[in-house]
């Protein structure tokens, strides 16, 4: 898989979760998560995944912009909209791309630097932050619904599971 068709891949596991889910299983609070959510997990991630695809649109993206819209955390159909939207949007995609980066470290201010990155840059950087908040789901899935199947590999980074699989061809 190239790197858009891993990111479609992921927004489609999370799909798949999220219609898996009820809404109660989708908001509850979990002690495992520190008293989050899985939407809560779901609206981190799709915000990383807005502000790239703006960023596409824009040249420039500065992830410290998140909206924190807590409608998301609460409506699942809403996070499934989103995803399908994204999937959509990245599917358009058809070049790499230049894009400012802003980020900002300065806890006392809000001084803030700009790095030259690329929109596939942007991208990879978004499937490793959206595997990492998956594996997070998955404890919470584990441990609350473990009645609900996930793929073996969901939460996993790839890497890994190429490892896993040499092993297991061994």
Known sequence: MQIKETS??????????TLRLTDDQYTAKLNCLMNNSIGKHLRHILEFYELMLDGYKDGFVNYDNRKHDKVIESDRMLAITKIKSFKLQLDEIIEDKTIQLETSYCLESDRSEVVQ??????????????????AIIKIGIRQAFDHIDLDDNFGIAYSTVKYNNKECAQ
């Open 8 to 17: 479609i891949y992921i927004l489609t596991q999370l799909e798949e979760l």
């Open 117 to 134: 990155s690329s929109f596939n840059r942007e991208m990879i950087y978004n499937i490793e932050h959206a595997i990492h908040h998956m």
